[in-house]
Structure formats: structure tokens, C-alpha cells
């Protein structure tokens, strides 16, 4: 099976930073963790970052220039850097992957971490 695992989140304040990661583990062959997105109260689950096996990146307009989605292929770790964070940045942040089986596609999702801009 594929396990994903976020880490990183908590509580910072307006302005601050964080990094978070999404680990996979078990059978990782052919996984591909495509990027992370989040849900805050009340709203629609979005994307966030995305970054494909070329290395283009897609962002969400609310956090480009502020957020930063990067791959480590070796720690099969994707890892998403927000700065400048704000509180409209609140949300639960999942980490969402893909492998392709028998020529159908599977999704994963994380357990998602808690990210929390407050004063």
C-alpha cells in the first residue's frame, strides 16, 4: 500500500513561515506526489502547488510568489515552503499523489496537517 504523511504545520503568525513535507512510503514504484492543496472551513478543497515530473510548477494566483513547491526524489519527500503568510492561509494542507497501474490511474491523499496564521 501507499502511505503519504504531512508534516509541518502549526501556528505562526502573520508574515511568518513554514515548510511542510509529504512523505510517501510503502510502495512508492511509480507514485508520482503531484503537489499539495487545502481546505479551510466553510470552503471548497483547492489546489495550492503542483509540480510535475518536468519540473513546471502551477500555483494558485492567492499564493504565488509567497509559496515555493519542491521535490526530493531520493526521500520521495515533496515539500511546499510559504512565506509571507497570511491568515486567509489558514487551512488544512493535504499532499495528493498518482500511480498508474495496470494502465488506471489511482489517487492518494495524506491525513493533512493544520496550518494556522493567527496573531
Known amino acids: 500500500q501507499v502511505q503519504l504523511v504531512e508534516s509541518g504545520g502549526g501556528l505562526v503568525q502573520p508574515g511568518g513561515s513554514l515548510r511542510l513535507s509529504c512523505a510517501a512510503s510503502?510502495?512508492?514504484?511509480?507514485?508520482?506526489?503531484k503537489g499539495w492543496y487545502r481546505q479551510a472551513p466553510g470552503k471548497q478543497r483547492e489546489l495550492v502547488a503542483a509540480?510535475?515530473?518536468?519540473?513546471?510548477?502551477n500555483y494558485a494566483d492567492s499564493v504565488k510568489g509567497r509559496f515555493t513547491i519542491s521535490r526530493d526524489n531520493a526521500k520521495n519527500t515533496v515539500y511546499l515552503q510559504m512565506n509571507s503568510l497570511k491568515p486567509e492561509d489558514t487551512a488544512v494542507y493535504y499532499c495528493?499523489?498518482?500511480?498508474?497501474?495496470?494502465?488506471?490511474?489511482?489517487?492518494?491523499w495524506g491525513q493533512g496537517t493544520q496550518v494556522t496564521v493567527s496573531s
Open positions: 495528493n499523489a498518482e500511480k498508474y497501474v495496470l494502465g488506471s490511474r489511482l489517487d492518494y
Open positions: 510503502g510502495s512508492t514504484f511509480r507514485l508520482y506526489v
Open positions: 509540480l510535475t515530473s518536468g519540473g513546471s510548477t
